[in-house]
C-alpha cells in the first residue's frame, strides 16, 4: 500500500485490491487483504480516520469479549447508526444476558438484550440480530431523552416509569442515590464494563 498526502486534506492511496478490506491491525499497523487488481482511492482525511478509529474499536471488543464476535458486524452497525458508543452496547450485552441469545429473566425480557414482547414488536425475541437492532434503537431513544448516560442506562434496566418517578422525586442522577439495588448495580457495571473496553490496549 502507498499512501501519500495531497492538497484538500485528502490522502491517495495506491492499493492491490478491489476493496478497503480491514485484517487485523497489529499495534498502529494496518493491514489490508489484497486481490490482484490495482485500484487508485482517493479518501477524505477525516474518512480514513474514523475508518480506522471503528476497526481499532472492532479489534479492541474482539479481544477484550471473544463472546462478542459473532454478532460483533450487527452491535457495531446498529451501533453507529443509532449514535451509540459500541462499548457501551457490548457491556449493556455482557449484563443482560452475558451473550446467551436464549436468556430469559423472571419478568419475561429475552434475548440478548432483554426486551420483552409486551412492550416491542419483536418477531422472534430470541433471534440475536433482531434482538441488537431493536435494543439499540431502544437504548438510543432513551439517551435521546435522558442523556446523561447514567440516568438512561437506569431506564434501559428499571424501565422510563420508575426512572421519572425518581427524577420528579429530586434524584440527581448519581449512581450511589439509584432507589433500586439491582439498578444500581447495573449502571455501575455497565459504565464500568465500557469504561474498561475503551481503555483496552491494542
Known sequence: MNIRRLLGGYF???????????T??????VSFQVAPMINEIYIDVEDLEEILRREAQRVQIV?????????LEA??????????????VVAVIERESRWNPKAKSEKNARGLMQLRSRYFNLKDPYDPIESIKVGTSHLSRLKGKYSDSRIY????????????????GGWDGSIHTIPYRETRNYVRGVIRTAESLRHSNL
Not at 487485523?24 to 499497523?29: A, M
Not at 434501559?156 to 416509569?161: R, S, V
Request: without cysteine.
Open 12 to 22: 491517495y492511496l495506491t492499493l492491490t485490491a478491489s476493496l478497503l478490506d480491514f
Open 24 to 29: 487485523t491491525p497489529i499495534k498502529s499497523e
Open 63 to 71: 479481544r477484550a469479549v471473544p463472546s462478542s464476535q459473532k454478532y
Open 75 to 88: 452491535i457495531m452497525r446498529n451501533s453507529y447508526s443509532n449514535g451509540l458508543d459500541p462499548f457501551e
Open 153 to 168: 442506562l437506569a431506564a434501559y434496566n428499571a424501565g422510563e416509569g420508575a426512572v421519572n418517578n425518581w427524577l420528579r
